[in-house]
């Protein structure tokens, strides 16, 4: 299970930028996929998900109203649509798979299981003027 995320690049405070998540060896409309980032010395944090159909999504507070996580299972990608870019949103975004279960797990507060999460390499975003 290979995922990729892409997209990433330097924006001005105020930009948008996309990423995008595709996956090789298999397919990624059977599962649940989530956007996390990592800062310079955080942890990481997640940023959104998205379920299996796509019909049920989760933004963290910080990003509510600015990130739009969608699917095109056709074409086998996700997408995260970021607006209103800040330069605290700066980091490391990786895009993961997993059950819909550990959807529900993440939309309660909670992280996805280690063992049935499967992590993409990131792609790094900077905002900054």
């Known amino acids: 299970v290979q995922l990729q995320a892409s997209g990433g690049g330097l924006v001005q405070p105020g930009g948008s930028l996309g990423l995008s998540c595709a996956a090789s060896a298999f397919s990624l409309d059977d599962y649940a996929i989530g956007w996390f980032r990592q800062a310079a010395a955080k942890e990481r944090e997640g940023v959104s998900s998205?379920?299996?159909?796509?019909?049920?999504?989760y933004y963290a507070d910080s990003v509510k109203g600015r990130f739009t996580i969608s699917r095109d299972n056709a074409k086998g990608s996700v997408y995260l649509q970021m607006n209103n870019l800040k330069p605290e949103d700066t980091a490391v975004y990786y895009c993961?798979?997993?059950?819909?279960?550990?959807?529900?797990?993440?939309?309660?507060?909670?992280?996805?299981?280690?063992?049935?999460?499967?992590w993409g390499q990131g792609t790094l975003v900077t905002v900054s003027s």
């Open positions: 998205i379920s299996t159909s796509g019909g049920s999504t």
């Open positions: 993961a798979a997993f059950s819909d279960y550990d959807w529900f797990l993440i939309a309660s507060g909670g992280k996805p299981r280690d063992n049935h999460t499967y």
